[in-house]
């Protein structure tokens, strides 16, 4: 059988999806488990590589095995094995096509800002606290040169094996609701840390660092040295996988 298996994780101390040789990652944890479940070694493929620090609310991944445990159960029994800051929320049987990563149509991602003098224990793994007053208005106003379908070069960390830079953009909303801003980001495709790069050009023209008119530049440069910063992982979540 091929099973699509949905999580929802913590990524505060995981090095990221992606199993590697330096360090604990959610997809060796995923795996042992399984492993255990299923009684054989199972490899399973993830919808994406998040980054050390970066959390899911919705994480899709398959894999091949054969069981005599009910599908729609086997996030139940593998919640006994699982850490408590990785769940399994959902399993079912899918065609033997199915892949969870390159079947995905969009991802949606969230990230979150705190934007006041003094940080919150509560909030501290799931935001980055930003004290230096930030101008909404502004950082909407670049989030809209942004969207559409584009290079995203200028937005995209060294070291990316990605084939092509051009991604849809479709969607960039900067929100505020008390002292949080939130920017959600949708496309059919991100670039190695280009939610990040996004979110720390946006505080660039909050803290008034850059306008909303030299973003159009940065993307049609195409050059990382003349955006933001890159924001830090624990704001970001991947919130939604299409397929």
């Known amino acids: 059988m091929n099973l699509k298996l949905t999580l929802k994780y913590d990524g505060t101390e995981y090095h990221g999806w992606q199993r590697q040789p330096n360090g604990i990652t959610i997809q060796e944890v995923l795996e042992d488990c399984l492993e255990k479940v ?5 490899v399973v493929t993830g919808c994406s590589r998040t980054d050390a620090g970066v959390h ?14 009910p599908v729609h159960k086997i996030p139940l029994v593998l919640n ?7 769940r399994a929320v959902k399993c079912e049987e899918v ?8 079947h995905t149509v969009e991802k ?3 990230y979150r800002i705190l934007n006041c003098e003094h940080s919150d224990p509560f909030l501290s793994r799931y935001v980055w606290h930003y004290p230096i007053l930030l101008d909404v208005d502004k950082m909407k106003e670049a989030a809209t040169y942004m ?16 084939k092509t830079t051009v ?6 909303e900067v929100e505020k609701e008390g002292d949080v801003i939130c920017v959600t980001a949708t496309a059919n495709g991100f670039l190695y840390n280009m939610v990040r790069i996004i979110v720390g050009t946006l505080v660039y023209v909050g803290n008034g660092k850059l306008t909303a008119d030299e ?3 940065i993307l049609e440069e195409k050059d990382r040295r003349l955006g933001g910063v890159t924001a830090p992982p624990e704001g970001l979540i991947l919130e939604e996988v299409v397929y």
């Open 167 to 172: 991604r849809n953009l479709k969607r960039v």
């Open 38 to 42: 299923m009684k054989k070694k199972i």
């Open 108 to 110: 949606t991602y969230r």
């Open 147 to 162: 969207m559409g379908e584009r290079d995203f070069t200028a937005f995209m960390a060294s070291g990316s094996s990605a």
């Open 80 to 86: 006994q094995f699982l850490p408590r800051d990785i």
């Open 95 to 102: 065609d033997d096509g199915f892949n969870a990563r390159y």
């Open 215 to 217: 973003v159009k530049k």
């Open 56 to 69: 899911a609310a919705m994480h899709v991944s398959n894999f091949s095995a054969d069981t005599s445990i």
